[in-house]
């Protein structure tokens, strides 16, 4: 399913209350949010000073996993779930700058995001990008309308960065995981980062955050993050701060901050 042309048929916004995209849309510092979010975000900053680096340095992990997936991996495919506001190095810019022929299909569920999809939705003309406009919470229907521009036949790279946070409960995470990597042949992958429990001023910006904000995000410990990779083979460094994963040669040696990733491969 590709977003309508129609530019009335987007759903109805709801600014009244903070919504998780336009909060971390304000934190990466964009501009597509509301009032209501900053008012999330400030509050966030106030007890966290350094959680908008924090999001950053996430958004620069997202950059290093998809190259290595579209070079070194040769992955062509990718469905990047929860994909959020555009900002700068979009999956599909970052795929397609490797690979030109990368096809890209974002899934989200927020009305703002969905509003802004058109200006997702743009290829080089080897490739392709779509939007679905979906629940993480339904992976059978993502799969369906997904596999309008994929092909199942050939390796994808399953991307659920940040996203994971929202689904409280780790067996129906694992659950939403297995059933989305069952669909893709040997040699697809799994790459995702999320917040951990390891920082304490972490889990009071995140206590802040479900007081008002919706969806509500849950910390998990890394090990509970690495227990969502079994069966698949851990790409090095295995599961590890987002600035430890690979990180560019000017950047080594960086503070580990308690946003986690890892990146696994189905054998």
């Not at 495919?77 to 030109?100: K, R, S, Y």
């Not at 339904?138 to 940040?162: H, N, Q, S």
């Not at 697809?188 to 972490?202: I, W």
């Amino acid at each position: 399913m590709r977003v309508s042309d129609d530019p009335t048929d987007v759903p109805k916004l709801d600014t009244s209350v903070p919504q998780t995209a336009r909060i971390w849309n304000y934190l990466l510092g964009g501009k597509d949010n509301f009032v209501v979010d900053r008012a999330v975000g400030d509050q966030i900053i106030a007890s966290m000073p350094h959680f908008g680096t924090h999001a950053r340095l996430s958004r620069e992990y997202l950059v290093r996993a998809v190259r290595h997936l579209a070079g070194e991996a040769g992955i062509t495919q990718f469905l990047d779930i929860g994909t959020g506001l555009p900002t700068a190095d979009n999956t599909h810019e970052v795929a397609q700058a490797t690979n030109p022929a990368a096809r890209i299909v974002y899934v989200d569920n927020d009305p703002l995001v969905l509003a802004h999809a058109r200006a997702l939705l743009t290829s080089t003309e080897q490739g392709a990008t779509a939007y679905i406009d979906a629940d993480l919470r339904a992976p059978a229907e993502i799969l369906k309308r997904a596999a309008e521009t994929l092909d199942y036949a050939e390796p994808v790279a399953l991307m659920l960065m940040g996203i994971l946070g929202h689904i409280e409960d780790d067996a129906e995470a694992k659950q939403i995981i297995d059933t989305l990597m069952a669909a893709f042949p040997s040699g697809s992958y799994f790459a995702m980062y999320d917040g951990s429990d390891t920082d304490p001023e972490v889990r009071e910006a995140a206590r802040i955050w479900n007081l008002s904000a919706e969806p509500k995000y849950h910390l998990r410990s890394p090990e509970r993050i690495a227990a969502l990779f079994d069966g698949l083979e851990l790409v090095e460094p295995g599961v590890t701060s987002v600035t430890r994963w690979r990180p560019d040669p000017a950047a080594e040696g960086a503070a580990e901050i308690s946003q986690y990733c890892a990146m696994g491969r189905k054998p």
